[in-house]
């Protein structure tokens, strides 16, 4: 008999500061959620960190733990997060995204948008993960689109996860401004939309708020990949639902 394959959430989590690797209250809710998920045959992670002018796939064994920060604290440099890579699944993205170009890659790793957070979800480093590239030359509509056709790994055993921020604003984050209703006001609007499955608003925003939140789009862009591989019908629950110094949106969606 062969073994009943688990149909998995997507995820995106809010990961702020590459600081959460280590653990705080943030760190203590992924846990807590790992715990709670069923085991995945593998993670396809969607990260603002991987942001270049292509598609492309980790596909080596053993993607390398990539420490893309500055100025922080010995002890994060020291992490490694050494979680196998999966051939299958490089493959099968690509077969999927077809005639999307995916290129192989063999170079990248695992960022910090990835382990910081994967680091918490499945601590023992034993589910196979592939990263998939951000293509920084296309619009909103085509991210969504690719989260669309890749919903059915998840009927296959593999946790769609994306990792960014739903606003992200670091010239703002604690300076002061007197008024960050902006930053509230866009996080309410995309808790809004995922729960009554109105992708629409969220797919290319505009706006004041919107300009504001994202004043660039790499950490806003994985959102749009779990929403993508959302079900009509499907539940959907927020973790983390805190703004940090004011202007970096901690907000988790769950959806399945």
């Given amino acids: 008999m062969s073994e009943l394959v688990p149909h998995m959430p997507a995820i995106f989590a809010g990961h702020g500061s590459p600081m959460n690797a280590l653990g705080g209250a943030y760190a203590a809710v992924w846990r807590a959620l790992g715990a709670r998920l069923p085991r995945p045959k593998a993670v396809l992670c969607i990260s603002a960190h991987w942001f270049v002018d292509e598609t492309a796939v980790t596909a080596m064994e053993h993607p390398r733990t990539i420490h893309d920060f500055y100025g922080f604290p010995k002890p994060l440099y020291d992490m490694r997060y050494p979680a196998p ?16 170009p995916v290129r192989h890659d063999h170079d990248w790793g695992l960022d910090h948008g990835a382990w910081s957070v994967l680091a918490h979800l499945f601590p023992a480093a034993d589910v196979p993960v592939v990263q998939l590239s ?13 989260g669309r056709r890749l919903a059915p790994l998840r009927e296959e055993g593999v946790l769609i996860f994306g990792s960014g921020d739903v606003v992200h604003n670091l010239s703002a984050a604690g300076q002061g401004i007197p008024d960050y209703d902006w930053a509230v006001r ?8 995922a729960l009554a499955f109105d992708h629409a608003p969220l797919i290319e925003p505009a706006g004041p708020d919107a300009d504001l939140a994202i004043p660039t789009p790499e950490h806003y862009l994985p959102l749009l990949y779990v929403l993508g591989a959302q079900g009509e019908d499907e539940t959907v629950t927020f973790f983390n639902d805190e703004i940090a110094l004011a202007a970096v949106s901690m907000l988790g969606v769950k959806i399945g």
């Fill in 186 to 193: 866009f996080n309410t609007l995309v808790k809004d939309a």
């Fill in 85 to 100: 890579g999966d051939a299958w699944l490089a493959e099968r993205v690509a077969d999927i995204l077809d005639p999307v």
């Fill in 134 to 146: 951000i293509d920084r030359r296309r619009p909103g509509s085509f991210h969504y689109e690719l």
